[in-house]
């Protein structure tokens, strides 16, 4: 019979839930657009901590786009961040950040095989000023980031729908468009409840429909419902393994 080994008695590793935050901070997020911006992001981050288990980390990552494309935080346990606001601008290199979050995902030593279905957020209140078109197919349609959830805010009347559109086809989301800031906090919270109703799915690779997450309490049923009203485009569909 072997000897006891207390080190052979290892806790399963928590497995990694990415989420990828595409965000435009490009001079027109000027005001109380980046002010809004930064209080829902942070809002989610916590609310990210507090969901957390044992067996599953929520891993954060966010890629602005303004004056240059740039990781501002490459992926963290929520529980690990330490929010630090994000400044505005430049343009809106929107192509060059789709090109970052694609190599991102793609390399298996920063996303590894074993997460689960990651997560893309894209936030944008104008229109791309690189060449977008080929870097968002790439994205979309090829590769293993053509399999994670993509979610999708345009801030005003200015963003261009076009891209958000084509953004999360392929998914069943729609594009939510936030008319005045104070509804960008609205969008965040969706984003939250839809990541963190799967980690208490049983397979959190799974994405919860709006009803599942409606099913959850009549404050979630009213934010969704709320939502909803907010959202635009055709349905479509979606997988990560």
Do not use: H
Request: proline share 5%; hydrophobic share 40%; aromatic share 6%.
């Amino acid at each position: 019979m072997k000897a006891f080994d207390p080190s052979a008695f290892t806790a399963p590793k928590a497995k990694p839930l990415p989420v990828i935050l595409l965000l435009d901070v490009s001079t027109s997020m000027s005001g109380s657009s980046i002010d809004n911006l930064n209080s829902a992001v942070k809002e989610m981050i916590v609310d990210f901590a507090k969901a957390e288990k044992s067996e599953i980390e929520l891993l954060v990552s966010i890629i602005t786009f303004g004056a240059e494309v740039k990781l501002e935080l490459p992926y963290t346990s929520a529980s690990n961040i330490e929010w630090k606001d994000l400044n505005v601008s430049g343009a809106t290199p929107m192509g060059t950040a789709f090109k970052m979050a694609k190599a991102m995902i793609e390399d298996k030593e920063t996303t590894p095989s074993r997460a689960y279905r990651p997560t893309i957020v894209l936030v944008s209140d104008g229109a791309p000023n690189d060449e977008w078109q080929r870097p968002l197919q790439a994205l979309v349609n090829e590769g293993r980031s053509s399999k994670c959830d993509r979610m999708a805010m345009a801030i005003g009347t200015s963003a261009d729908n076009n891209v958000l559109n084509r953004f999360v086809e392929g998914t069943e989301n729609k594009v939510f468009t936030a008319k005045e800031n104070t509804e960008i906090k609205k969008f965040f919270q969706f984003v939250t409840m839809s990541v963190t109703t799967r980690t208490a799915s049983q397979n959190p690779n799974l994405l919860p429909t709006q009803q599942e997450i409606k099913d959850i309490s009549p404050a979630a049923k009213a934010l969704v419902d709320s939502v909803e009203e907010s959202m635009s485009v055709e349905d479509s569909e979606s997988d990560f393994i």
